[in-house]
Nanobody, 121 residues
């Protein structure tokens, strides 16, 4: 099992910045990728950014240029730096950790409890 602890959410004004953190603990060897997803009220959960253990990064088009995902391997922590935030970034942000095989299967997957980000206009 892997436990994910998110932090850093809150209320921020449009144009401001925010950094989310996700600390992983437990059986870290069972994951090789981590990322952030978000879910706004009435909408489906969507990908924000992902980072594999090999360093491959993927961003949603809606956040490209405004968001940076990074990791601290020593702390088993992944960060999401959000700049120039917009009201449409308002959502619950979830940390996800998983193991993906070369064939694209995901035999292990873990989610955090989520942290609320609210952007005021």
């Amino acid at each position: 099992q892997v436990q994910l602890m998110e932090s850093g959410g809150g209320l921020v004004q449009a144009g401001g910045s925010l950094r989310l953190s996700c600390a992983a603990s437990g059986n870290i060897e069972s994951i090789n990728a981590m990322g952030w997803y978000r879910q706004a009220p009435g909408k489906q959960r969507e990908l924000v950014a992902t980072l594999t253990s090999g360093g491959r990064i993927n961003y949603a088009d809606s956040v490209k240029g405004r968001v940076t995902i990074s990791r601290d391997n020593a702390k088993n922590t992944v960060y999401l730096q959000m700049n120039s935030v917009k009201p449409e970034d308002t959502a619950v942000y979830y940390c996800r950790a998983w193991w993906t095989t070369n064939g694209g299967d995901v035999p292990y997957e873990y989610w955090g409890q989520g942290t609320q980000v609210t952007v005021s206009s």
